[in-house]
């Protein structure tokens, strides 16, 4: 019996171990061994073997999932007081924070690092063994959420170090995760930040994994066996042990190197799915940290550079309905106006008429209003409703043209094809860089060609001239001559932007690509099947079927026939061969610094190589700039060749590129 018992722990123990290196792998690195069903299958053997013997390892999985809801927190008081930061929002308080340390520490380094907008978090470790999960609370005293916590998946729940160990983390919602949830949420949530809050303090663990938060750890708290110095040594230590971290720090030794380094954190927080709300200044040395000591409140060697921010509270006063190319209308919110990361908001986008059903949106409501990426803002819901609201009733026929509005799925549509707005907004995607690059081509344009010269279709700017384009407004000979070499220009345009430009209901610069290289003219593409279609990699059933069905229109099929007779009827050229990415499917990754990332992408291509958006299996080279992410960590584990910036120029410059 006793062997019968050991040999199913030592099976049990491999499983487990086996399962959390898998988990390790999906949950922290993102770059998983196995397929989901493997695992699966080994966790559910594993189940079965607890269930059979009545024995659980204390670092099991199947401790992760969440058990019954609790009747209230119990508080826990931390090992080591867990700060607040001090915050900064001018640069001469941030210059303040570099005197007062300097003065104690001349040669002081400084590491920075995102400020995630989420739950301070604590996680305590005793012989290598999770034991609590807490929240900050006052810095003294939190609340014990050990079992919602046990819900995450992206901390360890046994680690090589022996002592006693909290780790501080923030527990976050990814952007995209909470986009998810709230499709089909009862209740959508209004942030990232609340909802990340309301996840873990939230009685019932169950409400927790529905969630899917996640904790990004960013500092030791307490170690009983000191074995780090520096913040680097902290956040490398955390990493060994197989938390997830945020692996963008960077070591600074002046305070100019901060504020660069802080304005670089404030471009490229805008396209993280993560929230983030600043910087985060730490002196980087331990011992010097202790030279500089606390105060009542706040480390003296720490410091939070917080952002404007992105996040208001306004009212709706009248929604408009816009439509674009493809007759999609899309609700356009007039609210009062208010300051938001710089700059005075006066509308925000409620995206279809599901998103304000969902969302709870009513004409004068109080909503919660979000801007990131300089485009904008969208309300991300109802804050609350007054005596005033009123529901937003959809339009039974386009605002613009007067043609009965069509309801599909959560978007209405004007069905009109000639309606003025999507005419415009469909000639100006035809005109745009990326499709038939006709320069000096904007909306605006469009729409005084519409309005006085009927146009209506892509073959009708072939068919323009210097007589009628004399009579409007703003248009001089040269801006006349302008236009129509352009538009002559267009006709050589290569078949990848041919297909990009005609609009294609999910077709974008890759897919067209994509397309242009395996049917090679309009005339193969329009015969392909859905069948072949979709044995594409990048191709899914909804896109097949939406070439298949632009193809049979009888009215884009007249159209291209009045492009091919204008002169327009393009055909794919082979990428160079002989050239130095030959053969190379390639990712650009990061910020570069000599190079908009469409310049080097044309000179890829047209040195023989193959752009790709992600890291796959296929991927053989990526090139990494600035701040380079999860691209990076994925092709260094796949065992992807990587180049830096200046590498990359050089094998352009050896090929005969001068490169600025």
């Known amino acids: 019996m006793d062997d019968k018992m050991n040999n199913a722990a030592a099976e049990m123990r491999k499983a487990v171990d086996t399962l959390n290196r898998w988990g390790y792998e999906y949950y922290v690195l993102d770059n998983p061994s196995v ?17 059979e013997s009545g024995m659980v390892l204390f670092d099991s999985p199947t401790r992760r999932v969440g058990g019954e809801p609790i009747k209230a927190f119990a508080r826990h008081e931390h090992i080591a007081r867990l700060y607040s930061l001090d915050k900064a929002v001018t640069d001469d308080e941030l210059d303040a924070f570099f005197t007062r340390v300097e003065k104690v520490c001349p040669n002081a380094e400084y590491t920075v690092e995102y400020k995630f907008d989420g739950l301070t978090m604590c996680l305590t470790y005793e012989n290598g063994r999770f034991v609590r999960a807490t929240t900050r609370g006052n ?20 680690i090589g170090y022996k002592g006693t160990l909290e780790a501080k983390g923030e527990a976050v919602i990814r952007l995209s995760v909470l986009e998810q949830y709230n499709k089909t949420a009862a209740e959508p949530l209004k942030n990232a930040r609340n909802a990340a809050a309301g996840a873990i303090r939230n009685l019932d663990p169950a409400v927790t994994a529905a969630r899917r938060p996640e904790i990004l750890f960013y500092d030791v708290n307490y170690m009983s066996e000191p074995a780090v110095s520096s913040q680097e040594e902290a956040v490398a230590f955390l990493e060994k042990e197989g938390f997830k971290t945020f692996r963008r720090m960077r070591l600074c030794r002046s305070a100019q190197e901060v504020k660069d380094a802080i304005a670089e954190i404030d471009v ?28 009542d409140k706040f480390p003296r060697w720490a410091i939070a550079f917080k952002f404007e921010a992105e996040e208001a509270v306004t009212t709706v006063r009248r929604v408009v309905w ?13 609210v009062d106006p208010v300051e938001l990361a710089g700059a005075t908001v006066r509308k925000a986008t409620l995206n279809n008429l599901g998103d304000i059903r969902r969302k709870d949106v009513k004409v004068g409501s109080r909503v919660l209003i979000r801007r990131s990426n300089e485009v904008i803002p969208e309300i991300l819901g109802a804050y609350e409703h007054t005596g005033e609201s009123v529901d937003i ?27 003025r707005p999507r005419v415009a907004a469909a000639l100006a995607h035809f005109a745009s860089k990326n499709a038939m690059d006709i320069e000096g081509f904007s909306e605006m344009t469009a729409y005084l060609l519409y309005d006085n010269l009927g146009v209506r279709h892509f073959s009708d700017l072939y068919a323009l001239d210097k007589q009628a384009l004399s009579g409007l ?13 352009a538009i002559a220009a267009s006709k050589n345009a290569p078949l990848d932007r041919f297909l990009f430009a005609l609009g294609i209901g999910g077709i974008g610069a890759v897919a067209s690509r994509d397309l242009a290289q395996r049917f090679g003219s309009v005339e193969a593409l329009s015969c392909a099947t859905a069948e072949q279609l979709v044995e594409m990699e990048d191709i899914g059933e909804k896109t097949a079927m939406n070439i298949v069905h632009w193809f049979e229109s009888e009215e884009n099929r007249a159209e291209l026939a009045r492009l091919r007779a204008a002169g327009i009827d393009p055909s794919y050229k082979a990428r160079a061969s002989g050239g130095p990415f030959t053969g190379e499917n390639v990712v650009l990754t990061g910020t570069l610094s000599r190079f908009k990332r469409s310049e080097a992408q044309k000179h890829i291509e047209e040195m023989g190589g193959i752009c790709q958006s992600a890291v ?11 701040s380079a992410g999860s691209k990076l ?15 990359f120029v050089k094998i352009l410059e050896e090929n005969g590129t001068a490169v600025k």
């Open 35 to 51: 397929p989901d069903a493997e695992y699966d299958k080994l966790y559910d053997k594993l189940r079965r073997m607890e269930e």
């Open 139 to 158: 810095g003294t005293v939190g609340e014990d959420v050990t079992a919602q916590v046990l819900t995450i998946k992206s901390y360890p729940l046994s």
């Open 268 to 295: 490229t927080r805008k396209s993280l799915d993560v929230l983030t709300d600043g910087a985060v200044i730490k002196v980087n040395d331990f011992a010097a940290r202790e030279k500089l000591g606390y105060t």
């Open 322 to 334: 816009q439509v674009g190319r493809t007759g999609k209308l899309t609700p356009l919110a007039e």
């Open 393 to 419: 009733a959809p339009p039974a026929v386009c605002p613009y043209c007067g043609a009965p509005v069509q309801e599909e799925g959560a978007n209405l549509f004007c069905p009109n094809p000639v309606c």
């Open 473 to 485: 407004e703003g248009f001089g000979d040269r801006k006349i001559k302008n236009l129509l070499s």
């Open 616 to 626: 796959t299996q296929k991927t053989t080279l990526v090139i990494a700039g600035e």
């Open 633 to 647: 960590d994925k092709a260094k584990a796949l065992g992807v060749k990587v180049i830096g910036e200046e590498e």
